[in-house]
């Protein structure tokens, strides 16, 4: 119990001394810090540059193959290495003409490539994004509740020290003193358990922000009631969400790149012409003699029917993976509406009286119970049932900004401004 008290009061004395120096962000200037910092971000960026590059190398033409043969040894002459008049060398040269469009086709499939790069990039945008947006509204719904327990914990150590005064006098039993106690240190515990998942949650947040200093959310009422379902509907969200979302066009991307290599592979069974000159000095028919040279494989025995064939059914397979998709996208849609409505009926359910009734309740607990006019386990039945009230109304508000986020997510659009 000792350890844990301890533990509290350094987690306590540490967020003060941070308090001092906390970056404070709205949702807003997270997003835009977000999009500035974020390494992951930064990084997939040079994937882009890297697959846009690949086009240009598509394009390129074939370089030019030049060979010389020179005489290494004349024997009658005795020369070594005998080039000049009377020796010997060979001049070739030849270029390669891609045949039946591959390289046009080869240019399609790169384009293609770079824009599920690009497709990718979105994907990650809205997988951190969505991660950012959950941790920034956990954390300022648990320091909502935090600082509830502070003052709760501090108005019942001020009822502690009381009653050990009293205790001292014999006014006050010693089973008494020790249930509030145990009542302090269970609140305590509690508190300490909200420290362990801000600063796990902050964790997460500064690494997506790319920030060292401690951080505070900081949330009005409007960001929060901007978080309506209007007209949406389950069915338009989920074509909505098929329009927008990177892994549903990755996967398109991949059926249509496999299209793009089956007209790939079979414009290779075509073979390429090599095309040349040659000058040869002295050992032809005739002196200083040049010719031209027309080349290509015989397709006799490799036409690339497997490639071919394997193309065929990448076809099928990919096609296969973006029908999977669109059933998985559509369904996600629906569960993530669902889990709107599921929590915007409780939320509607609670009075909206409650958390003020609490509240005044809660502010006369204290001063009533040391005028005697509650009892010991009624004061504590009414300290214990508030804290767990606080606990579960901010979770249920953290539910719920965490049920339109999650529908924002399975869209893939920022539907709620």
Not at 11 to 34: E, K, N
Not at 269 to 279: D, E, F, H, S, V
Not at 317 to 334: H, I, R, S
Request: hydrophobic fraction near 40%.
């Amino acid at each position: 119990m000792r350890i844990i008290f301890l533990a509290a009061l350094l987690l306590t004395s540490s967020c003060l001394v941070q308090a001092q120096d906390s970056l404070r962000l709205s949702l807003r200037q997270a997003d835009s810090l977000f999009l500035r910092n974020n390494l992951s971000l930064l990084a997939e960026r040079f994937r882009i540059v890297a697959s846009q590059a690949s086009i240009i190398q598509a394009r390129l033409w074939d370089n030019p193959t030049l060979s010389v043969e020179a005489n290494a040894f004349n024997p009658d002459k005795r020369r070594v290495l005998d080039v000049a008049q009377g020796g010997e060398k060979i001049i070739s040269i030849e270029q390669i003409l891609v045949t039946a469009g591959k390289r046009s086709k080869q240019v399609a499939l790169a384009t293609e490539s770079a824009h599920m790069t690009e497709y990718e990039f979105m994907d990650l945008l809205r997988v951190l994004k969505f991660e950012l947006r959950n941790n920034f509204f956990d954390i300022y719904f648990l320091q909502n509740t935090l600082n509830r327990y502070q003052l709760q914990i501090s108005n019942l150590q001020s009822t502690v020290t009381a009653f050990e005064s009293q205790y001292e006098k014999n006014n006050v039993s010693l089973r008494e003193l020790l249930r509030l106690k145990a009542l302090l240190f269970q609140l305590n515990n509690d508190k300490t358990e909200i420290l362990f998942q801000i600063a796990e949650k902050e964790k997460v947040l500064k690494i997506l922000l790319n920030l060292d200093s401690p951080l505070i959310p900081i949330v009005n009422e409007a960001e929060l009631n901007r978080y309506q379902l209007n007209d949406y509907n389950a069915p338009a969200l989920g074509q909505l969400a098929l329009q927008n979302r990177g892994d549903v066009k990755v996967t398109e991307s991949l059926t249509r790149q496999a299209e793009l290599n089956y007209k790939l592979q079979k414009s290779l069974a075509t073979p390429n012409l090599r095309i040349g000159a040659t000058y040869d000095q002295s050992g032809s028919y005739v002196n200083n003699y040049t010719g031209l040279t027309l080349a290509a494989d015989l397709p006799f025995f490799n036409k690339n029917q497997g490639n071919i064939k394997v193309a065929r059914s990448l076809i099928d397979y990919q096609k296969g993976l973006q029908n999977q998709k669109v059933n998985v996208v559509t369904n996600e849609v629906a569960a993530a509406f669902q889990k709107v409505q599921y929590v915007e009926n409780m939320v509607q359910s609670i009075d909206s009286k409650f958390s003020e009734q609490f509240e005044q309740l809660n502010k006369g607990v204290v001063e009533n119970f040391q005028k005697r006019n509650l009892t010991l386990l009624e004061f504590i039945d009414l300290i214990e049932t508030y804290s767990e009230s606080i606990k579960e109304l901010n979770r249920l508000k953290a539910d719920r900004v965490g049920a339109y986020e999650e529908l924002n997510f399975t869209v893939g659009q920022e539907l709620f401004r």
